[in-house]
């Protein structure tokens, strides 16, 4: 299930923000923060799992017709396909009205999923 992100997850957020490989200075995940803080149309959520634990981190940008998903970075026991389209599909489940597109760093995991969710419609 994906919370959006409030302060007091902040060092949650920073603890799996730092997995992602431009962020593993500490300054850097503080800076990432600050802005997804201080722009109306950059969101972060944080995706729990089945236990309840806060499992992952994805980070949006929303577009007037689509989401562009920046950033998705996931516990190392929890990261799998599965695992990520889980939190892509109730990212798109959110936005119902949007496509989900990534960034630069994002689209080969978005294209997979992409390609899972025709495979699953067949």
Not at 10 to 30: C, N, R, T, W, Y
Not at 61 to 72: P, S
């Amino acid at each position: 299930m994906l919370f959006k992100y409030k302060n007091d997850y902040e060092k949650i957020a920073m603890g799996f923000l730092s997995f992602i490989p431009d962020l593993k200075e500490v300054s850097h995940v503080q800076s990432e923060l600050a802005f997804y803080n201080n722009d109306d149309q950059h969101i972060l959520y944080l995706w729990q799992n089945e236990a309840g634990d806060f499992a992952g981190i994805v980070g949006i940008e929303l577009g007037t017709d689509y989401i562009l998903v920046r950033h998705i970075s996931l516990n190392p026991s929890e990261r799998s396909d599965h695992r990520f389209y889980e939190v892509l599909d109730e990212l798109a489940a959110m936005y119902p009205k949007s496509r989900v597109m990534g960034s630069l760093d994002t689209a080969a995991l978005i294209a997979k999923w992409e390609q899972h969710q025709t495979k699953e419609m067949d």
